[in-house]
């Protein structure tokens, strides 16, 4: 059965820090995986998905890389601000399924400090 | 485009008692899920389609029935509402593109907010 793991649970960091989020899942067949931002009593935004056969994805000051041999994923945020404080949910769509769904982490809930 | 949209924002219910999450998504997704989010944890699959007329039970189905008599449409029901199913409730979408069996990135709605007392 796919778990993922998120560690740490809560980070807090001063702005301007560049920081790194980690998502580790314990089958290596998947069919991508997609990192999501939630933020209090909200939905989930989805911020990058990377498919199976890509090595990162890059969107403005996030870059999300993925080792799928070693069932490892990392979310890098560059030079920090206060409105990237949120809770960030890493989730992975298996591979062989016919469904599709997500199976998610438990999230990091990110603080950043003016 | 709406996206995905789910009503009501909250709600309270007392034990015993029945109701219907609503979901809609303005984008002709084939896929729509339902997931429930306990505090502190990540999102479990509760029911899901990958069609109009076509659904399955997820990780977490019980006490919990689904239908999708529509693309844009994905209601979810609870029964004899039980204190555990006090969660927070979300709705998602996607497209699964020609060809390919998995859908792509999934769209989620701001969810529903549910505590039964």
């Known amino acids: 059965k796919q778990e993922v793991t998120q560690i740490p649970a809560a980070l807090s960091v001063p702005e301007g820090e560049n920081l790194v989020l980690n998502c580790s899942f314990t089958?290596?067949?998947?069919?991508?995986l997609q990192w999501f931002r939630q933020d209090p009593g909200k939905g989930l935004t989805s911020l990058l998905l990377i498919q199976s056969s890509q090595r990162e994805q890059t969107s403005g000051r996030l870059n999300a890389s993925l080792d799928k041999s070693s069932g490892r994923s990392t979310l890098y945020i560059a030079a920090s601000q206060p409105g990237d404080s949120a809770t960030y949910l890493c989730?992975?769509?298996?591979?062989?399924?016919?469904?599709?769904?997500?199976?998610f982490g438990k999230g990091t809930k990110l603080s950043v400090k003016p | 485009n709406a996206g995905v949209t789910q009503t009501p924002k909250f709600r309270i219910l007392k034990i015993g008692q029945s109701m219907t999450l609503q979901c809609t998504q303005d984008?002709?997704?084939?896929?729509m899920y339902w997931y429930r989010q306990d505090p502190g944890m990540g999102l479990k699959l509760i029911y899901y389609s990958v069609g109009a007329g076509i659904t399955d039970k997820g990780e977490v189905p019980n006490g919990y029935n689904v239908s999708r008599s529509t693309t844009e449409d994905f209601p979810l029901r609870l029964e004899l509402a039980a204190p555990s199913q006090t969660s927070v409730y979300f709705c998602?979408?996607?497209?699964?593109?020609?060809?390919?069996?998995?859908?792509?990135?999934?769209?989620f709605g701001p969810g529903t907010r549910l505590t039964v007392t």
């Open positions: 989730a992975v769509s298996q591979d062989g399924g016919s469904q599709g769904n997500l199976i």
């Open positions: 984008m002709n997704h084939n896929y």
């Open positions: 998602a979408s996607s497209y699964s593109i020609g060809g390919r069996v998995l859908p792509e990135e999934q769209y």
């Open positions: 089958d290596s067949a998947i069919y991508n």
